[in-house]
């Protein structure tokens, strides 16, 4: 390409790293201004997002949406969010999510580019599941979390007790935001870690098993490590709280079958039962992780990815 491409990205949480990397890599100019950019990258489309897609949209700039999270976008799968149709491809980390997004009637064009949050390792197991590192479902920025997933947090950490005090693990909990606004509680022989939104994963690979949801479970998924999610059965939500524009998606029951991770710790009674499947091997989760998880990112293919819509 001999013009110098500028392009913007929405970038939530950091997440969409390796994407701008790949593109300045390519000799592309990352801008702070979308009004300056020839394409800009948003992690949605909601109504309040579409405003600006759209002005920008009119000025002649190209559309992308890249993920907002791990999990697949499924924004417009809630009353009051429909497909913003004048995106020229959405980009996803792998063919499952093109699946449960088609089957929540997004209309959108799709690229798989491949795992982009972290480096992929293989599953490996461990001899024990001793160490045992707990992240909960954390606030939002304004610092408020629905009652549903205080509640989740709770009943987890419910379960997780009684094998501390047995002796049985020896449990971290790796939280954000105040440990109180997660609905948790100090207690002894239990190790406290406040984090940041980041995506780090090194305290992920020193664990014998994580216990999250949402995008760090999908990471420690990526990361080889054995995982147990939570609350897997409770339909994906929006909103600060149940007073607060707060509502479930419309279709869960047309895609729950790929969405749900195969292990959920509130879903069986014998915690440590499951925790021993779990790290022996990954034969119960292998569909969900090449469906979800799928292959790693490759910053040249996502740039010719991008190319081929100029």
């Given at each position: 390409m001999n013009k110098v491409v500028k392009f913007y990205f929405y970038n939530h949480q950091n997440k969409s790293l390796a994407m701008i990397n790949a593109l300045q890599a390519a000799g592309w100019e990352w801008t702070a201004q979308a009004g300056h950019a020839d394409m800009v990258f948003s992690d949605s489309d909601v109504p309040s997002r579409v405003r600006s897609l759209e002005s920008f949209r009119r000025r002649g700039k190209k559309i992308f949406i890249v993920p907002h999270a791990a999990r697949p976008n499924l924004f417009n799968d809630f009353e009051g969010y429909p497909s913003y149709l004048h995106v020229a491809a959405e980009f996803v980390a792998a063919a499952g999510h093109i699946e449960i997004q088609k089957r929540a009637g997004v209309r959108h064009n799709f690229e798989v580019i491949g795992w982009y949050l972290c480096p992929i390792q293989s599953f490996q197991p461990r001899p024990q599941a001793k160490k045992i590192l707990f992240a909960p479902i954390h606030p939002n920025g304004n610092l408020s979390l629905p009652q549903v997933d205080r509640q989740i947090n709770i009943d987890t950490f419910k379960r997780l007790l009684p094998l501390v005090e047995a002796?049985?693990?020896?449990?971290?909990?790796?939280?954000?935001?105040?440990?109180?606004?997660?609905?948790?509680?100090?207690?002894?022989?239990?190790?406290?870690?406040?984090?940041?939104?980041?995506?780090?994963?090194?305290?992920?690979?020193?664990?014998?098993?994580?216990?999250?949801?949402?995008?760090?479970?999908?990471?420690?998924?990526?990361?080889?490590?054995?995982?147990?999610?939570?609350?897997?059965?409770?339909?994906?939500?929006?909103?600060?709280?149940?007073?607060?524009?707060?509502?479930?998606?419309?279709?869960?029951?047309?895609?729950?079958?790929?969405?749900?991770?195969?292990?959920?710790?509130?879903?069986?009674?014998d915690t440590l039962a499951l925790f021993q499947r779990a790290i022996r091997d990954d034969c119960e989760i292998a569909d969900w992780r090449t469906r979800m998880i799928g292959e790693p990112f490759d910053p040249g293919g996502f740039v010719r990815t991008v190319e081929k819509y100029l």
């Open positions: 002796g049985e693990i020896e449990l971290t909990v790796r939280f954000l935001r105040g440990l109180e606004r997660n609905g948790l509680w100090l207690v002894d022989g239990v190790t406290y870690i406040e984090a940041q939104p980041d995506q780090a994963y090194i305290q992920i690979d020193q664990a014998d098993r994580v216990v999250s949801h949402q995008t760090f479970a999908h990471i420690a998924v990526a990361r080889g490590v054995p995982t147990v999610m939570m609350g897997e059965s409770v339909p994906p939500r929006i909103g600060c709280d149940e007073r607060n524009n707060f509502q479930y998606i419309l279709h869960f029951d047309r895609y729950k079958d790929l969405l749900m991770f195969p292990l959920d710790i509130l879903a069986e009674d």
